[in-house]
């Protein structure tokens, strides 16, 4: 029998001057510090835990009644606007492509073009989200692992009692442990010794391995399955197809990481996509439900409003077809199909995050781009644009339901989560359109400057193969995405039966296991693997504390993370 949700104290308000106040200080320094993460390392650690801390900061020490709702409230801005900043990959891929003489691609958006695009479409991203929550969060109990550990950070900081203290003090020491490492490889000396002794077994195999302790207790959080399934998909993209598709001579024998990545990204999109669909189609009756408990829904009521919500969408949608057009040259019909076909993608890349971790943004960007590139051939700036649509929708709706699922967790109040969101989109949005000129210019962006930004590389180079034609793809892309497509519907299926579950891999996981870095995969996998042993070994101790460790590993290293950046501006402390 399931756990009912807990509920908050009546008394409690959550929405109150204070939290409103630091939330959207947390917002703007989220914002400006996130981008310069992404941009170095292609992707970003969990700002929920990070957005907990900051929160505590200034309303635990600073006022004698401080409490988890309105710390959540904070939590939350943070995690929309760590989402907003996360599309500065967006912005340099436009910066890239308008770089290059014969691309054709000429868009130069001003800090106010940014902020308007970014935020009406973040906007629009929240509020598509918001019927989907009953669904993935009360009905399917979908995982979220960053969700998990930033309710287990708000708990732990408002905690009292002896086991609370012990609770605290472990995740201290975890968040500790996993802040110093990430400190001390993130230094460029002790780096390179690493990849000294690593470089042999990358060399034999094609696989790296990182130290993470972010990876290990996100691994601890998803638990056995999904991350086996992930390091099944891993293997197979990165060992066992590089060497029979260069026996068949699809590949060549030393083709590189790009390469390889360009084909197995087909069947890996198939799976996911394939997969999530079927998993949704199948509890369409579910789906049915949650939509249409909205249509009852009032302000004295949990969920946000459903007639609130339609006029939401209605004036976004209008909002953001008149900016494209203006801003973009972008005709209408290519501006409402985008964000037609942005609702199911988004669909599946809730269900990826919420199993795996790993929102597959770029990875559904890429599905848009392969729809426009068929819709409108050699058209550059249309997919560009449209898949830019997909990544705003994705990265704020994947924000939402994480906050959700927190929210959950402690029993805070949904339609108040809702309204923190669409309050802090605009802030986090001015963030970005601020300083991502301010990184490009010092640092420089792409080949020949300090932040490379591996996603935008990807997603340029994808784009100027398909405006070249479909033609031009990989040999046999097609056929390894129908057999991917295949492989998701077959194994969504027989995951249905509770006596097969465990032993059939997760789509979701084969899928996003092909895909992100294998170092990520590898320590999640050994994350997963040491929880299941302290739970078969010692039950009682890893009730108490696996989540607890879990939390802090994640912490520690996100909160390093966003810091070090912050140091680089104030020039405290200069980049590796």
């Known amino acids: 029998m399931d756990t009912p949700a807990p509920q908050k104290p009546p008394e409690i308000r959550e929405l109150t001057p204070r939290s409103i106040a630091v939330a959207l200080g947390v917002a703007l320094l989220i914002g400006a510090s996130y981008p310069y993460i992404v941009l170095k390392f292609g992707f970003g650690p969990n700002i929920s835990v990070v957005s907990a801390f900051f929160g505590f900061l200034a309303l635990g020490i600073f006022t004698r009644n401080y409490n988890r709702w309105e710390n959540n409230i904070v939590q939350t801005a943070g995690t929309t606007a760590g989402q907003i900043a996360f599309l500065c990959w967006l912005l340099a891929a436009f910066d890239m492509l308008a770089a290059e003489k014969d691309s054709g691609f000429s868009i130069h958006l001003t800090i106010l073009q940014t902020f308007l695009w970014l935020s009406i479409a973040g906007i629009l991203g929240v509020l598509l989200a918001v019927p989907l929550r009953r669904h993935f969060i009360v009905d399917e109990k979908l995982t979220y692992a960053d969700g998990v550990a930033a309710a287990e950070t708000l708990i732990l900081l408002d905690s009292k009692g002896p086991q609370a203290r012990k609770s605290a003090t472990v995740m201290v020491s975890a968040m500790f442990a996993s802040g110093l490492l990430m400190f001390t490889t993130s230094r460029a000396w002790i780096a390179e010794v690493f990849r000294i002794h690593l470089n042999s077994f990358s060399a034999a195999t094609g696989v790296g391995f990182g130290i993470s302790l972010l990876s290990f207790g996100s691994g601890m959080i998803i638990g056995l399955r999904i991350c086996f399934s992930m390091l099944l998909g891993l293997f197979a993209s990165w060992v066992v197809l590089p060497a029979l598709l260069a026996q068949a001579g699809v590949l060549a024998p030393n083709a590189n990481k790009t390469a390889i990545l360009l084909w197995v990204m087909w069947p890996a999109t198939g799976l996911l996509v394939a997969g999530g669909l079927t998993a949704l189609a199948l509890k369409w009756k579910v789906l049915l439900r949650t939509f249409q408990s909205l249509r009852g829904a009032s302000v004295d009521t949990g969920d946000f409003p459903g007639r609130w919500l339609a006029i939401g969408i209605t004036v976004s949608v209008v ?138 590389v990807r997603w ?89 460790v879990a939390s802090g590993f994640i912490a520690g290293d996100a909160l390093v993370a966003v810091i070090l950046p912050i140091t680089y501006v104030l020039g405290i402390w200069g980049p590796p």
């Open 319 to 456: 909002a953001l077809v008149m900016v494209q057009s203006v801003f973009m040259g972008t005709p209408v019909w290519h501006s409402l199909l985008a964000i037609a076909l942005s609702i199911p993608l988004m669909l599946v890349a809730l269900r990826v995050l919420g199993e795996t971790n790993w929102g597959p943004i770029s990875t559904m960007t890429n599905v848009m781009q392969a729809m426009f590139g068929a819709l409108a051939p050699g058209d550059l700036r249309a997919g560009m644009i449209s898949s830019g649509i997909t990544a705003s929708v994705a990265a704020e709706s994947e924000g939402l339901m994480q906050d959700y699922k927190t929210g959950y967790m402690i029993g805070s109040t949904p339609r108040s989560l809702t309204y923190m969101q669409l309050i802090a989109v605009p802030f986090g949005a001015i963030a970005l359109a601020v300083i991502y000129p301010l990184l490009r210019d010092t640092y420089g962006i792409g080949e020949g400057g300090q932040l490379s930004s591996p996603t935008s």
């Open 460 to 548: 340029v180079g994808f784009a100027k193969i398909l405006s070249q034609g479909f033609s031009k793809l990989p040999p046999s892309a097609m056929i390894a995405l129908f057999v991917g497509a295949g492989l998701g519907i077959v194994f969504t299926l027989l995951e249905q039966k509770k006596e097969w579950r465990n032993w059939v891999p997760s789509p979701t996981g084969l899928g996003i296991g092909m895909l992100v870095p294998a170092n990520a995969i590898a320590t999640m996998f050994l994350g997963a693997l040491a929880d299941w042993i302290w739970r078969r070994t010692k039950p009682a101790m890893a009730v108490l504390y696996s989540i607890p």
